[in-house]
């Protein structure tokens, strides 16, 4: 097998995985911030806003993490 095309193995597996973790991360802080205002839903604004801070910063890690894998498969 070239090396190119293990390059371009190793992109697709790298991004795959970054998307699943991004999307488990996301997902069991979308499920825990909703345990959290059934139980206390007077602090639902503040769960929500944190909750949503939380996600856009592991979307952010997850689009860093392909934007490497791309860059590293054309090197």
């Known amino acids: 097998m070239e090396p190119s095309a293990l390059a371009f193995l190793g992109a697709g597996v790298g991004a ?6 991004g999307g488990l991360g996301i997902g069991l802080i979308g499920g825990r911030a909703m345990e959290g205002i059934a139980r206390q839903p007077q602090s639902a604004a503040t769960i929500q806003t944190a909750m949503l801070i939380i996600a856009a910063f592991i979307e952010g890690i997850a689009l860093f993490a392909l934007v490497i894998c791309f860059m590293l498969s054309i090197k």
């Open 16 to 21: 795959g995985l970054a998307i699943i973790g």
